[in-house]
C-alpha cells in the first residue's frame, strides 16, 4: 500500500481553552479520481486500490520530481471528542475510524467530518503543544508593567486574537496611561466610529454598473465590492465573507502600527500613524476569465489571484484561486462529486456513511473538505496581500505618485500576510520557508575576496537588485514556446531561485525591523521616498541615498553615499539575527516539510 494519507494530532493554543488540532495531508500523485467514481475501484481511490491509478501526468503544471503533491489541512478538534477516542489517532493503523466530530476556526461550528477513508496506512501521532500557549502564560503573568502589557497587545493580535486586546490596553492605562501606544489606540478605535461615507472614484464605475455588477460595502465601511453575482463561487455569502477579510486586514494594519513604539534618549516614541483613507476603497472580484481579460486590456502580465493599481487605488481579485493545485481539484474531483447526489455544502456539513460506495464517498468528502481550505487559504492571501498594497498608498505611507521600490512594498506586504497552512489567522510571525532561504544566505558568507559580504546583501536588496533580477527570470520563461523549450525546468528553478531569494530578504529585513523595535527608520525610509519627483524614474543610486538617509548609514564625507562600514555592521547584525530566528512550532513545521 502506498502512504497517501497523514495525520498527526498537534496541541496548541485556543483563545479559550488548550485546543487539539488535526493535520491531515494527501499526496494527489496517489489518488485515482477515476476510482472515486460510483462505481468505481473502491479503496477510496487510492493507487494500488483496485484501479489504475494515473497520478499527476508529467505535463500537468503540478509534476514534481519527487513524486509528491501534497495538499494540507489543519482542523481544531471539538470537546466532543473524548480522551478514549482521540488515542485512536495514537497507532498507525489501518482504515482508523469512520469519522471525528471537529469545530474548523473558519467555518466555526462543529461538524461531522470523515477524516479517515479506509486508504491504505494512516500515520497518527500526539505532538506536543507548541511553546506558544507558555509564553503566553508567561506573558500574561508577567505583564505588570506598560512594557508588558504593550507586548501581550501586540502577541494577541498578531496570533489572531483581537478581542483580547482591548481588555489588555485597558489594564494598560492604570500603568501607563500617556504612553504612545496607549494614546494611538484610543485615537485609531475613535476614527473608527466615523467609517468613511464616500466611495474613491474609479473610472470603471460606470461602466461596471452598465454591465450589471452589485456593489457591497465591507461591515465596518472602509470596502466596496464591485461584483457580478454566482450561485457557485460568488453568491452574497461569499462576498460578505471576504469582505470581512477585508476589514481584518484594514485593522490588522492599522493596530500594528498604533503599537509601534522606539527609544529615543530613553524616552518612548510612537510612530507617526498612517491617516484613515476618507473613501471606501474599491475592489472588483472578477471570474478567473474577465479577470485575465482585463489584465490583458491593461497590458499587465498574469498576477496570480490578486493585483493592485497604486495610482488608482483599485484591487483586483479572482472570485476563484487560479494556483495549481486548485485548478488541479477543480478539473479532476468537481466532475466525481458531481455524479454523486450530495452538495458541495452537504459535505462540509457532513452526513451518514451511504452503504454504497462507502468508502469512495468518505474519500471524496475528505478531499472536498481539504479543497476549501485550500481555496480559503489562497482567497485570504490574496485578499491579505493586495488590501496590504492597497493601505500602503491610501494611507499615504508610500505614495501612490512615487515609483516605490518593491522590497518595502513586498517585504510590508508578505509581513502582514496571513500565510497558508496556518492554524489561526496571525500575522508578522517567523516563516519556515523564508527563514530557510536567508539561513542559506548567511552560510555563504565567508571570508574571501571572491565571497559575497553581508553589506552586499543588503546593498542588492535596498536598490532592488534581487526583485529586478527576479521579474526579469520570470519575463524571460513567460517568453519561451513551452513546445520547443527543452531547458524550461532549468529556467522554471532559476526564477523560482530568484523570487525566493528576493521575497525572503524583504520579509526578513521588515521582519527585523519589526522585532528590533526599529520601524522608524522604515518609516523615514517612506518618508524620504515620498519626497521624490512624482512619477520620476527611481534609480539604484536613488534608492541607495534614501536609505543611507533613513539608517543613519550614510558616509559623512559624501551624504548622497552608504557607509561601507556602517552598512556592513547593519547588515551583519540583521542577518545573523535572521539565521538564529525560530519558527514557533517546529513541530507544525516538520509536518509540512518532513525533509527539512
Known amino acids: 500500500m502506498y502512504r497517501v494519507f497523514s495525520l498527526a494530532l498537534l496541541l496548541c493554543f485556543s483563545p479559550f481553552a488548550l485546543a487539539q488540532y488535526g493535520l491531515v495531508k494527501i499526496d494527489l500523485n496517489q489518488v485515482n479520481f477515476g476510482d472515486l467514481a460510483p462505481g468505481g475501484g473502491g479503496g477510496g481511490g487510492a493507487k494500488g486500490g483496485g484501479g489504475k491509478a494515473p497520478g499527476i501526468k508529467q505535463n500537468d503544471p503540478l509534476a514534481q520530481t519527487d513524486g509528491a503533491v501534497w495538499i494540507y489541512g489543519f482542523f481544531e478538534l471539538s470537546a466532543a471528542n473524548s480522551k478514549k477516542e482521540l488515542e485512536k489517532f495514537q497507532p498507525v493503523v489501518k482504515g482508523g475510524p469512520s469519522f471525528v466530530q471537529i469545530t474548523h476556526r473558519r467555518w466555526g461550528r462543529e461538524r461531522n467530518y470523515f477524516l479517515f477513508p479506509a486508504i491504505g496506512s494512516i500515520e497518527s501521532r500526539y505532538i506536543p503543544k507548541p511553546k506558544i500557549l507558555d509564553d503566553f502564560r508567561e506573558q500574561n503573568g508577567a505583564a505588570k508593567e506598560p512594557d508588558g502589557y504593550l507586548r501581550l497587545a501586540l502577541w494577541c493580535l498578531t496570533h489572531g486574537l483581537p478581542d483580547k486586546i482591548d481588555g489588555t490596553m485597558g489594564l494598560m492605562k492604570k500603568a501607563g496611561a500617556d504612553r504612545p501606544a496607549y494614546v494611538n489606540y484610543n485615537r485609531f478605535k475613535a476614527e473608527l466610529k466615523k467609517p468613511p461615507t464616500a466611495d474613491l472614484p474609479i473610472y470603471e464605475a460606470a461602466e ?103 495610482q488608482e487605488g483599485l484591487v483586483m481579485l479572482t ?72 493601505l500602503l498608498s491610501a494611507s499615504g505611507f508610500v505614495s501612490r505618485n512615487v515609483a516605490a521600490p518593491e522590497w518595502i512594498q513586498r517585504g510590508l506586504v508578505s509581513y502582514f500576510e496571513t500565510p497558508p497552512n496556518s492554524l489561526y489567522p496571525g500575522f508578522g510571525l517567523p516563516r519556515g520557508s523564508y527563514l ?64 525566493d ?52 548609514l550614510a558616509d559623512v564625507t559624501d551624504p548622497t553615499r552608504l557607509d561601507n562600514h556602517k552598512m556592513q555592521a547593519f547588515a551583519e547584525h540583521w542577518l545573523s539575527y535572521m539565521a538564529n530566528v525560530q519558527v514557533e512550532s517546529p513541530e507544525l513545521e516538520a509536518f509540512i516539510n518532513p525533509a527539512k
Open 208 to 310: 461596471l454598473k452598465e454591465q450589471g455588477y452589485r456593489t457591497m460595502d465591507s461591515p465596518e465601511g472602509h470596502f466596496r465590492v464591485y461584483f457580478k453575482a454566482d450561485k457557485e463561487n460568488l453568491n452574497d455569502a461569499a462576498v460578505k465573507w471576504r469582505l470581512s477579510r477585508m476589514d481584518e486586514t484594514f485593522n490588522n494594519f492599522y493596530l500594528w502600527f498604533a503599537f509601534q513604539e522606539y527609544l529615543q534618549d530613553g524616552v518612548h516614541k510612537g510612530l507617526p500613524n498612517p491617516p484613515l483613507p476618507a473613501y471606501r476603497l474599491p475592489v472588483i472580484v472578477e471570474n478567473p476569465k474577465d479577470f485575465a481579460k482585463r489584465l490583458k486590456d491593461w497590458g499587465i502580465p498574469p498576477q496570480g489571484d490578486g493585483f493592485t493599481l497604486r
Open 436 to 499: 530557510e532561504a536567508i539561513r542559506n544566505v548567511h552560510k555563504t558568507l565567508k571570508p574571501g575576496k571572491n565571497s559575497p559580504r553581508s553589506g552586499d546583501i543588503l546593498l542588492n536588496l535596498v536598490s532592488d537588485n534581487y526583485f529586478r533580477q527576479a521579474a526579469s527570470d520570470l519575463r524571460l520563461l513567460r517568453e519561451l514556446d513551452l513546445k520547443k523549450a527543452l531547458d524550461r525546468k532549468g529556467l522554471q528553478e532559476k526564477a523560482k531561485e530568484s523570487h
Open 501 to 552: 531569494l528576493a521575497q525572503a530578504t524583504a520579509w526578513s529585513l521588515v521582519y527585523y525591523l519589526a522585532v528590533q523595535r526599529k520601524m522608524h527608520y522604515l518609516t523615514r525610509y517612506a518618508e524620504q521616498l515620498n519626497r521624490l519627483p512624482r512619477h520620476a524614474i527611481v534609480t539604484p543610486q536613488t534608492l541607495q541615498y534614501c536609505f543611507a538617509q533613513a539608517f543613519d
Open 319 to 390: 472570485s476563484r484561486p487560479t494556483g495549481d493545485i486548485c485548478q488541479y481539484l477543480e478539473r479532476n474531483l468537481n466532475p466525481v462529486r458531481g455524479r454523486y447526489p450530495y452538495s458541495v455544502e452537504e459535505y462540509l456539513k457532513g452526513f451518514p456513511t451511504p452503504e454504497k460506495d462507502g468508502e469512495n464517498v468518505k474519500m471524496v468528502q475528505t478531499l472536498t473538505i481539504l479543497q476549501k481550505i485550500v481555496e480559503d487559504d489562497a482567497l485570504t492571501l490574496a485578499i491579505n496581500q493586495e488590501c496590504t498594497r492597497q
